[in-house]
């Protein structure tokens, strides 16, 4: 078989991919082996690749691989999650191109643009998985709007609705202006922003003026009957003043007691609105008066209803006034604002602007400002479902494990400190909640999973036989997509519907869910309280939750910002083997990850390095009736127990998640042990032959080798392994046996280190003083640390020596070296001008003596080394034990050459 001169990803990555699915090695049903199993967290069905995709995945597809070496039932099950607001946006937005208004539409032709659209556009992102070589078992591919994940949706929501959990409620929301929806709180991002403080005069009202008055009207002068007592606000939002029904002060504050009992007139709109009195206003902030609008803030919310005020909503879904607004309305909240502060100034009423850091509350997808709204939303209760997914992961008798660990803490905040769920979303393009209203009043509905059932039940409810499917309105909310996903390692094996099947029993729990920390809560943290509320089991054993993907700058990769690179160019530039390597290689377990395009070029480079290393081994003519050489023999019973060393390590880092270090231990190996030492011993004298044994025995080597990396590599990997000999397709690499660990000579590791470092000095001294390897040298050793003979043959042959001489005293004539207390002698009589050799030691003896002496002078002075921190004192030592080392190994070489 002719095998190229170089490694080319692009020709060799479709062959093998295709090879793969060609034979079905992704697909897996239950059998009597132990399943290995991992569900994707479904990304977006409108997403593209992305640098955090391609960690992500990169990390599940070396577990599977591994699983699967491991002879395990290696189950990976991917698919795409519908993304309410992101879909429903991008829908839009197409149907804006074409001139159709969303509004215009009815639910079922928006809903079929939506369809289209997914079905166009959608689940890119599974098709360019492939190309980065992932072996997911793509004939499982799920979608959280296929019609058995919806139904499963609508089973759960009636069921938890009929245990109780589920209720209807009139609530402070958080409302996304641009998408025209409801959010959970953890779909609101809380950034810093600069603002102003609006300082802003109320007119106290006058005992002149009756109460059955009311307010003011609108075009009355400002001090007509009013008196010219005020009192100062301060507010970050002069538009919400439209909806203030109160004011409000501490009760100790001693400044405010004049306004016990008053009321006050709000600017602009002239209402008349009382001073009320509540411990929750802080004497710090501002000028410790508080305007209260229960419509447009939760803890004025609060307030309102301790105090029994009045709720005046001034805002439009959009975000723009109503007519509350008076002659703002219409105008965006942002443009009112400053209309409003322009028409204070008019006033007189603003006292000044001061500038002011706070909190602002932005929605995650839309990156829209958040709006507090009251509405009727749909609930989920959960702090009791929240207790047994507590002790899952925190308990004495934790049964999921966090890697790394530190996530525990955040875990514990989020689910110690859980509010109920508000799970309804104001967007066409989801599942239906599945209430449905028979009559006007806020309860008279029923939850069914059908309309047939619903009609029987709003039948019983009503004593009303005659009622049809036609007298009942469905609720128009769509369910949170988070209320899809939750359910994801039960429903994509049906154990929703159908809880006992064969595949839920077999699959479930799941093995490890890698996953981003961004969603420990969104998604981890639910999908464990669905686990224990309709399984009372795990969903998973192991959550590994990957860093963000930064830039070298640290900054977090963006399209804004433009330092993501596109990743399927990456691919094409560096091949997927390389990319991965790449990425894993500049992410530590946890940690967010630096990535460096450079590190994929040492990926590629790393591949190119194995290409050439078995080019040289498949280049060796094989001599069947040649002996096998001490050297070759020694050589390979001691990369058999580095190998095992290497094996025992990898395994451990496997088992902490740490596969950055994992890949890093398999590539000291490959680069290092294999190629640099054991392929250099084995080696064949130039046009000479190898002997069979151990041909053989590097060929298993490199096929140990081979399996190891190929989680890692996998494209390139499976093309050397399948050059190496012909194999069937029982055979491919992908479903290879894992290398079975073994006892580890660590006698010969620890022997060979010391041979390495003892052919390390020959290989220096030959450099430095231009001696070519082809010329033999003499070789002599006082053996003062008792090394054994072991690896003497490897030393010659690597060192190209003449002999090795085991004396009791120095060589005359001879440079030398050391390796701990051993001394090696290199005798130079012919080779080098011995005379011009002691001019140059005796220079560079000197010049030791004298740095020697300025070292033990700093550390002879008691102020320096009482007063300097203490790692300058030990760096000073260092340099001081390194010196007395050297000007003895100097005079040792001077002493030799007499």
Known sequence: MQIPSKYDASKVENKWYDYWMKHNYFHSTPDEREPYTIVIPPPNVTGVLHMGHMLNNTIQDVLIRRARLQGKNACWVPGTDHASIATEAKVVAKLKEQGIDKNDLSRDEFLKHAWDWTEEYGGVILEQLKKLGCSCDWDRTKFTMDDDMSEAVIKVFVDLYRKGLIYRGYRMVNWDPEAKTTLSDEEVIHEERQGNLYYIKYRILSPALSEEEGTISEGSPPSEGLGEAFLTIAT?????????????????????????????????????????????????????????????????????????????????????????????????????????????????????????????????????????????????????????????????????????????????????????????????????????????????????????????????????????????????????????????????????????????????????????????????????????????????????????????????????????????????????????????????????????????????????????????????????????????????????????????????????YRLSDALMSIYKLIMDDFSSWLLEIVKPAYQQPIDAKTYKAVIVAFEDNLKVLHPFMPFLTEDIWQYIAERTPEEALIVAKWPEAKSINNTLISEFEFASEVISGIRNIRKEKNIPFKDAIGFSVINNEKVHTTFDAVIAKLGNLETIDYVNEAVEGALTYRVKSNEYFIPMSGAIDVEAEIEKLTEELSYTEGFLKSVQKKLSNERFVNNAPEQVVASEKKKEADALAKIETLKASLGSLG
């Open 236 to 656: 970050t939002r002069p538009e919400t003043i439209f909806g203030d029904t109160a004011i409000c002060i501490n009760p100790n504050d001693e400044r405010f007691t004049h306004l016990k009992g008053k009321k006050a007139i709000v600017p602009i709109c002239n209402r008349v609105v009382p001073i009320i009195e509540d411990e929750y206003v802080d004497l710090e902030f501002g000028t410790g008066c508080l305007k209260v609008t229960p419509a447009h803030d939760e803890n004025d919310k609060v307030l309102g209803d301790k105090h029994d005020l009045e709720v005046i909503d001034i805002f439009n879904e959009d975000a723009s006034l109503n007519s509350f607004g008076l002659q703002f309305e219409g105008q965006d909240r942002f443009v009112a604002r400053k209309a409003v502060v322009k028409e204070l100034e008019t006033l007189g009423v603003l006292v000044k602007t001061e500038t002011h850091i706070n909190k602002v509350g932005t929605s995650e997808r839309t990156k829209a400002v958040i709006e507090p709204r009251l509405s009727d939303q749909w609930f989920l209760k959960m702090e009791g479902l929240a207790k047994p997914a507590i002790e899952a992961v925190l308990g004495a008798n934790a049964e999921i494990k966090l890697f790394p660990k530190k996530f525990e803490n955040t875990y514990r905040h989020w689910m110690e400190n859980i509010r109920d769920w508000n799970i309804s979303r104001q967007l066409l393009w989801g599942q239906q909640i599945p209430a449905y209203f028979y009559g006007d009043g806020k309860e008279d509905f029923v939850v069914a999973e059908t309309i047939e059932e619903a009609v029987k039940l709003a039948r019983e409810r009503t004593s009303n036989s005659e009622l049809q499917t036609s007298d009942l309105k469905q609720d128009t909310d769509a369910l949170d997509t988070w209320f899809s996903s939750w359910l994801w390692p039960m429903s994509v094996f049906d154990g929703i519907r159908n809880p006992e099947n064969e595949e839920i029993n077999y699959y479930y729990p799941t093995n490890d869910l890698v996953t981003g920390p961004d969603i420990l809560f969104f998604w981890v943290a639910r999908m464990i309280v669905a686990g224990y509320e309709f399984r009372d089991e795990k969903p998973f054993n192991n959550v590994y939750l990957t860093g963000l993907v930064r830039d070298k700058q640290r900054r977090k990769m963006s399209k804004s910002l433009g330092n993501s690179p596109d990743a399927l160019k990456l691919i094409e530039e560096y091949g997927a083997d390389g990319v991965r390597v790449g990425l894993l290689l500049s992410s530590a377990a946890g940690n967010d990850l630096m990535f460096d395009e450079a590190l994929c070029q040492q990926g590629k480079g790393f591949g190119n390095k194995i290409w050439n290393a078995f080019r040289l081994v498949q280049g060796w003519d094989i001599d069947d009736a040649l002996e096998q050489p001490e050297t070759a023999k020694v050589g390979l019973e001691w990369y058999t127990a580095k190998f095992q060393k290497a094996l025992t390590e990898i395994e451990d880092h496997f088992s902490k």
